[in-house]
Antibody, heavy 117, light 111 residues
């Protein structure tokens, strides 16, 4: 059984950046695609992007292009989401999930990012 | 913009059946699999259905999925109070930009 553990909650100032980590265990990291999905308070799920951990290639939704970087460290089997130029509208729970062809299989517990002055 | 439309809410009594629709607009889902996710308040989403109609281990057969044309459907029979949650459909939009798309979510209330 794969477990996905994310880093803890963050409180950030507007204009700053946040980096969230995601570490799957119990599976084979090297054949996993990791996706990042966020959920604003009271809202639905929004895909931000993902990374193929074999090739290290990342893909992002256009909305976040230029502000988001998704990376993966094979040595520590950890994926990262880096979001810059934060505004209050980025206040949300950020989830990572292992992605198989066509679905998100195992989800992390979520990381609350609060942006406030 | 690619959109998956779900009813905001559905409700039914315990033991009854409920259907949640997921309709695609502005993109083609006919050649892509749809998955469904169940989310209880304050918890992460959980995979409920994949490849349109396959259940992960541990998901009871009260839950079933289907897809036809540009719509997918989740059916829950023998409703239990513990099924009360938000349900999301999702699929990959393989058009120009290539994005994952989620429906807006449906809140299931078991009366």
């Amino acid at each position: 059984q794969v477990q996905v553990v994310q880093s803890g909650a963050e409180v950030k100032k507007p204009g700053s950046s946040v980096k969230v980590s995601c570490k799957p265990s119990g599976g084979t990291f090297s054949i996993t695609t990791i996706g990042w999905v966020r959920q604003a308070p009271g809202q639905g799920l929004e895909w931000m992007g993902g990374i193929n951990t074999i090739f290290g290639t990342a893909k992002y939704t256009q909305k976040f292009q230029g502000r988001v970087t998704i990376s993966a460290d094979k040595s520590t089997k950890t994926a990262y989401l880096d979001l810059s130029s934060l505004t209050s509208e980025d206040t949300a729970i950020y989830y990572c999930a292992t992605e198989r062809a066509g679905f998100f299989e195992y989800w992390g517990q979520g990381t609350l990012v609060s942006v406030s002055s | 913009q690619s959109v998956l439309t779900q009813p905001p809410s559905v409700s039914a009594a315990p033991g009854q059946k409920v259907t949640i629709s997921c309709s695609a607009s502005n993109f083609n889902i006919e050649n892509n699999f749809v998955s469904w996710y169940q989310q209880f308040p304050g918890t992460a989403p959980k995979l409920l259905m994949y490849e349109n109609n396959k259940r992960p281990l541990g998901i009871p057969d009260r839950f079933s999925g289907s897809k036809s044309g540009t719509s997918a459907t989740l059916v829950i029979t023998g409703l239990q109070t513990g099924d009360e949650a938000d349900y999301y459909c999702g699929t990959w939009d393989s058009s120009l930009s290539g994005n994952w798309v989620f429906g807006g979510g449906t809140k299931l209330t078991v009366l």
